[in-house]
């Protein structure tokens, strides 16, 4: 059945990743029509030092640094 993959930097709050896959499971709830237990949603966490953008480490850009 559908599956969504979420990939970004770490969300260290457990509660907020519990309300991110509540609410992107309603949305696809409202959208396919299925039953809840149709969907899986994977959240996939990246460290900024293994995410490049326009060819520069995420943690390279906007003066992050790497320590």
């Given at each position: 059945?559908?599956?969504?993959?979420?990939?970004?930097?770490?969300?260290?709050?457990?509660?907020?990743?519990?309300?991110?896959?509540?609410?992107?499971?309603?949305?696809?709830e409202?959208?396919?029509?299925?039953?809840?237990?149709?969907?899986?949603?994977?959240?996939?966490?990246?460290?900024?030092?293994?995410?490049?953008?326009?060819?520069?480490?995420?943690?390279?850009?906007?003066?992050?640094?790497?320590?």
């Open positions: 059945m559908p599956t969504v993959t979420v990939e970004g930097p770490k969300i260290p709050d457990l509660e907020k990743k519990r309300a991110l896959a509540k609410e992107i499971t309603d949305v696809l409202r959208v396919y029509g299925l039953p809840r237990e149709a969907y899986t949603v994977v959240i996939r966490e990246n460290p900024p030092e293994n995410v490049a953008v326009a060819g520069t480490l995420i943690v390279d850009r906007a003066g992050r640094g790497s320590g």
